[in-house]
Protein backbone atom coordinates (compact mmCIF):
# COMPACT_ATOMS: atom_id res chain seq x y z
CA UNK A 1 0.00 0.00 0.00
CA UNK A 2 1.78 3.04 -1.01
CA UNK A 3 1.87 6.08 0.93
CA UNK A 4 0.54 9.24 -0.02
CA UNK A 5 2.16 10.47 -3.12
CA UNK A 6 3.08 14.09 -4.19
CA UNK A 7 4.31 15.47 -7.71
CA UNK A 8 6.57 17.18 -8.26
CA UNK A 9 8.67 17.07 -5.31
CA UNK A 10 10.55 19.84 -6.57
CA UNK A 11 8.99 22.66 -8.81
CA UNK A 12 10.32 25.80 -9.91
CA UNK A 13 8.25 28.75 -11.84
CA UNK A 14 8.84 32.39 -12.75
CA UNK A 15 7.09 35.10 -11.43
CA UNK A 16 3.15 35.18 -13.33
CA UNK A 17 3.30 31.70 -14.14
CA UNK A 18 0.72 29.23 -13.10
CA UNK A 19 2.13 26.42 -10.46
CA UNK A 20 0.00 22.92 -10.31
CA UNK A 21 0.52 20.27 -7.10
CA UNK A 22 -0.83 17.15 -6.91
CA UNK A 23 -1.62 14.68 -4.46
CA UNK A 24 -2.82 10.88 -4.84
CA UNK A 25 -4.17 9.74 -1.21
CA UNK A 26 -3.71 6.98 0.03
CA UNK A 27 -5.39 3.86 -1.28
CA UNK A 28 -9.02 3.38 0.40
CA UNK A 29 -8.07 7.32 1.52
CA UNK A 30 -11.31 9.76 1.01
CA UNK A 31 -10.05 12.41 2.44
CA UNK A 32 -7.47 15.06 1.41
CA UNK A 33 -5.94 18.00 2.85
CA UNK A 34 -3.18 20.80 2.08
CA UNK A 35 -0.37 22.70 4.26
CA UNK A 36 1.91 24.89 3.28
CA UNK A 37 4.86 25.32 5.13
CA UNK A 38 7.57 28.42 4.89
CA UNK A 39 11.29 27.73 6.22
CA UNK A 40 11.77 27.06 9.90
CA UNK A 41 8.10 27.20 10.47
CA UNK A 42 5.25 24.87 11.10
CA UNK A 43 2.83 23.76 8.59
CA UNK A 44 -0.17 26.09 7.89
CA UNK A 45 -4.15 24.80 7.07
CA UNK A 46 -4.77 25.22 3.78
CA UNK A 47 -8.22 22.92 2.51
CA UNK A 48 -9.84 20.36 3.63
CA UNK A 49 -11.73 18.24 0.78
CA UNK A 50 -13.50 15.28 -0.19
CA UNK A 51 -14.36 13.60 -3.46
CA UNK A 52 -15.15 16.15 -5.65
CA UNK A 53 -16.08 18.06 -2.59
CA UNK A 54 -14.74 21.39 -1.00
CA UNK A 55 -15.35 21.08 2.60
CA UNK A 56 -13.34 23.76 4.60
CA UNK A 57 -10.98 26.42 2.51
CA UNK A 58 -10.66 29.17 5.24
CA UNK A 59 -6.73 28.86 5.33
CA UNK A 60 -6.57 29.38 1.40
CA UNK A 61 -5.86 32.70 0.03
CA UNK A 62 -8.69 34.43 -1.89
CA UNK A 63 -7.06 34.93 -4.92
CA UNK A 64 -5.06 32.79 -7.12
CA UNK A 65 -5.27 29.94 -5.53
CA UNK A 66 -7.50 26.64 -5.59
CA UNK A 67 -8.03 22.94 -5.24
CA UNK A 68 -10.16 20.13 -5.91
CA UNK A 69 -10.53 16.52 -5.56
CA UNK A 70 -12.39 14.86 -8.32
CA UNK A 71 -14.06 12.19 -8.68
CA UNK A 72 -11.36 10.06 -10.65
CA UNK A 73 -7.64 11.19 -10.25
CA UNK A 74 -5.32 13.23 -7.95
CA UNK A 75 -6.14 16.05 -5.91
CA UNK A 76 -5.08 19.00 -7.23
CA UNK A 77 -4.09 22.29 -5.95
CA UNK A 78 -3.08 25.31 -8.27
CA UNK A 79 -1.84 28.78 -7.94
CA UNK A 80 -1.93 31.22 -10.80
CA UNK A 81 0.50 34.19 -11.38
CA UNK A 82 2.80 32.45 -8.19
CA UNK A 83 4.81 35.31 -6.75
CA UNK A 84 7.96 35.38 -4.52
CA UNK A 85 5.71 35.09 -1.78
CA UNK A 86 4.46 31.54 -3.04
CA UNK A 87 8.08 29.79 -2.26
CA UNK A 88 7.23 27.06 0.29
CA UNK A 89 6.81 23.61 0.73
CA UNK A 90 2.85 22.44 0.27
CA UNK A 91 2.12 18.95 1.83
CA UNK A 92 -0.80 17.29 1.54
CA UNK A 93 -2.34 14.81 4.20
CA UNK A 94 -4.95 11.79 3.20
CA UNK A 95 -7.40 10.30 6.02
CA UNK A 96 -10.23 7.51 5.65
CA UNK A 97 -12.25 9.63 7.60
CA UNK A 98 -12.46 12.53 10.00
CA UNK A 99 -13.00 10.41 13.27
CA UNK A 100 -9.60 8.48 12.72
CA UNK A 101 -7.66 11.51 11.76
CA UNK A 102 -5.40 10.69 15.13
CA UNK A 103 -4.11 7.69 14.05
CA UNK A 104 -4.82 7.24 9.89
CA UNK A 105 -3.81 10.61 8.88
CA UNK A 106 -0.41 10.44 6.62
CA UNK A 107 1.36 13.53 5.09
CA UNK A 108 3.21 13.13 1.64
CA UNK A 109 6.71 14.05 1.36
CA UNK A 110 5.42 17.74 0.08
CA UNK A 111 6.40 19.94 -2.90
CA UNK A 112 9.09 22.41 -2.89
CA UNK A 113 7.77 25.10 -4.84
CA UNK A 114 10.39 28.12 -5.64
CA UNK A 115 9.02 30.82 -7.47
CA UNK A 116 12.00 32.89 -9.18
CA UNK B 1 -5.94 33.12 20.85
CA UNK B 2 -5.13 30.32 17.77
CA UNK B 3 -1.53 30.54 18.79
CA UNK B 4 0.80 27.05 20.05
CA UNK B 5 4.16 28.53 21.09
CA UNK B 6 6.93 25.97 21.16
CA UNK B 7 9.82 25.81 22.89
CA UNK B 8 13.13 25.67 22.20
CA UNK B 9 13.88 26.35 18.97
CA UNK B 10 16.92 24.04 19.13
CA UNK B 11 18.22 22.00 20.98
CA UNK B 12 21.37 19.61 21.42
CA UNK B 13 21.56 16.61 23.78
CA UNK B 14 23.91 14.14 24.21
CA UNK B 15 23.29 10.10 23.33
CA UNK B 16 21.03 8.91 26.22
CA UNK B 17 19.88 11.99 27.59
CA UNK B 18 16.55 13.31 27.81
CA UNK B 19 15.51 15.91 25.74
CA UNK B 20 12.35 17.84 26.90
CA UNK B 21 9.93 20.62 24.22
CA UNK B 22 7.69 22.60 25.56
CA UNK B 23 4.02 24.04 23.97
CA UNK B 24 1.89 26.04 25.19
CA UNK B 25 -1.61 26.96 23.79
CA UNK B 26 -4.58 29.65 24.58
CA UNK B 27 -7.82 28.69 23.24
CA UNK B 28 -9.28 26.18 25.93
CA UNK B 29 -11.66 24.60 23.30
CA UNK B 30 -8.43 22.34 21.73
CA UNK B 31 -8.98 19.15 22.74
CA UNK B 32 -6.53 17.03 20.70
CA UNK B 33 -2.91 17.48 21.00
CA UNK B 34 -0.46 15.93 18.43
CA UNK B 35 3.28 15.94 18.13
CA UNK B 36 5.16 15.14 14.83
CA UNK B 37 8.83 14.23 13.53
CA UNK B 38 10.06 15.10 10.75
CA UNK B 39 13.52 14.44 9.24
CA UNK B 40 14.77 16.39 6.06
CA UNK B 41 12.92 16.65 2.89
CA UNK B 42 9.94 14.31 4.31
CA UNK B 43 6.64 15.11 5.47
CA UNK B 44 5.66 14.96 9.02
CA UNK B 45 4.78 11.73 10.61
CA UNK B 46 2.70 11.06 13.54
CA UNK B 47 4.51 10.51 16.84
CA UNK B 48 1.90 10.65 19.52
CA UNK B 49 -1.01 12.10 20.27
CA UNK B 50 -3.27 13.45 23.90
CA UNK B 51 -6.34 14.69 24.34
CA UNK B 52 -7.06 16.72 27.64
CA UNK B 53 -8.68 14.06 29.87
CA UNK B 54 -5.25 11.70 30.87
CA UNK B 55 -2.07 14.16 32.08
CA UNK B 56 0.44 11.80 30.80
CA UNK B 57 0.73 9.25 27.75
CA UNK B 58 3.93 7.40 26.43
CA UNK B 59 4.68 5.12 23.16
CA UNK B 60 7.87 3.45 23.58
CA UNK B 61 10.83 5.99 24.26
CA UNK B 62 8.26 9.30 23.71
CA UNK B 63 6.05 10.34 26.66
CA UNK B 64 3.50 13.54 26.31
CA UNK B 65 3.40 15.08 29.57
CA UNK B 66 -0.10 17.22 29.25
CA UNK B 67 -1.37 20.21 32.22
CA UNK B 68 -5.13 21.40 31.39
CA UNK B 69 -4.97 24.16 34.13
CA UNK B 70 -1.34 25.50 33.04
CA UNK B 71 -2.02 25.34 29.00
CA UNK B 72 1.06 23.53 28.72
CA UNK B 73 2.32 19.97 26.93
CA UNK B 74 5.29 18.49 26.75
CA UNK B 75 7.40 15.62 24.55
CA UNK B 76 10.12 13.66 26.65
CA UNK B 77 12.34 11.14 24.78
CA UNK B 78 13.77 9.21 26.61
CA UNK B 79 17.39 7.33 26.33
CA UNK B 80 17.56 9.60 22.85
CA UNK B 81 19.57 8.40 19.89
CA UNK B 82 21.01 10.12 17.44
CA UNK B 83 18.26 8.75 15.16
CA UNK B 84 15.64 10.82 16.75
CA UNK B 85 18.04 13.80 15.26
CA UNK B 86 14.51 15.69 13.10
CA UNK B 87 12.64 18.43 13.91
CA UNK B 88 9.57 18.14 16.21
CA UNK B 89 6.52 20.00 15.84
CA UNK B 90 3.53 20.32 18.41
CA UNK B 91 -0.36 20.83 17.32
CA UNK B 92 -3.44 21.19 18.44
CA UNK B 93 -6.84 21.19 17.09
CA UNK B 94 -10.58 20.31 18.18
CA UNK B 95 -11.93 17.32 16.92
CA UNK B 96 -14.88 19.06 15.15
CA UNK B 97 -12.27 21.44 13.38
CA UNK B 98 -11.91 19.55 9.84
CA UNK B 99 -8.02 18.85 11.21
CA UNK B 100 -7.29 22.17 11.17
CA UNK B 101 -4.13 21.43 13.21
CA UNK B 102 -2.66 24.81 14.68
CA UNK B 103 1.15 24.20 14.41
CA UNK B 104 4.15 25.41 16.56
CA UNK B 105 6.89 26.17 14.64
CA UNK B 106 8.92 23.58 15.15
CA UNK B 107 11.98 22.46 17.46
CA UNK B 108 15.29 21.21 15.31
CA UNK B 109 17.04 18.62 17.79
CA UNK B 110 19.97 17.17 17.30
CA UNK B 111 21.29 14.13 19.22
CA UNK B 112 25.08 14.07 19.51
CA UNK B 113 26.49 10.12 19.51
Known amino acids: NAGVMQNPRHLVRRRGQEARLRCSPM?????VYWYRQLPEEGLKFMVY????????ESGMPKERFSAEFPKEGPSILRIQQVVRGDSAAYFCASSPSRKDLDTEAFFGQGTRLTVV | QQQVKQSPQSLIVQKGGIPIINCAYENTAFDYFPWYQQFPGKGPALLIA???DVSEKKEGRFTISFNKSAKQFSLHIMDSQPGDSATYFCAASRMDSNYQLIWGAGTKLIIKP
Open chain 1, 27 to 31: KGHSH
Open chain 2, 50 to 52: IRP
Open chain 1, 49 to 56: LQKENIID
